[in-house]
Nanobody, 116 residues
Framework: QVQLVESGGGLVQAGGSLRLSCAASGTVYDIRQMGWYRQPPGKERELVATLWTDIGSIDYGSSVKGRFTLSRGSVKNTVYLQMNNLQPEDSALYYC?????????WGQGTQVTVSS
C-alpha cells in the first residue's frame, strides 16, 4: 500500500506563486517516477511535470516550462512543485503521482485557483 498526501494548493492572484508538496508513505520501494498532473474543469488530466528517478531527467508540460520547477526532497519519497507566474489557465485540481514498481499511485488532489 502506498499513500500520497498533497499540500500547498490554494487561491492566488495572477502572477503569484505557490509551492505544492507530496509525501509518500507505506511500501515505497523502487520509485520509478514521481511528479504532478492536473485536471482543469471539464478537461482531461494532463502532465505538469514528472521525474524519471533512474536517470534524473524531468519532463515538463509545454504550458508550464520556464514557470514551474519540480524537485525531489532530501527525504527521497517527497516531491515538490514550485509554481511561479501563475495564470488563470493554471487553475486546476493538481494530483501527485508516483510510479512504484509497475503501479501508478495517485494522491487525492489539491485545488489551485488563480484569479485574474
Amino acid at each position: 500500500q502506498v499513500q500520497l498526501v498533497e499540500s500547498g494548493g490554494g487561491l492566488v492572484q495572477a502572477g503569484g506563486s505557490l509551492r505544492l508538496s507530496c509525501a509518500a508513505s507505506g511500501t515505497v520501494y523502487d520509485i520509478r517516477q514521481m511528479g504532478w498532473y492536473r485536471q482543469p474543469p471539464g478537461k482531461e488530466r494532463e502532465l505538469v511535470a514528472t521525474l524519471w528517478t533512474d536517470i534524473g531527467s524531468i519532463d515538463y508540460g509545454s504550458s508550464v516550462k520556464g514557470r514551474f520547477t519540480l524537485s525531489r526532497g532530501s527525504v527521497k519519497n517527497t516531491v515538490y512543485l514550485q509554481m511561479n507566474n501563475l495564470q488563470p489557465e493554471d487553475s486546476a485540481l493538481y494530483y501527485c503521482a508516483f510510479v512504484v514498481g509497475y503501479t501508478t499511485h495517485w494522491g487525492q488532489g489539491t485545488q489551485v485557483t488563480v484569479s485574474s
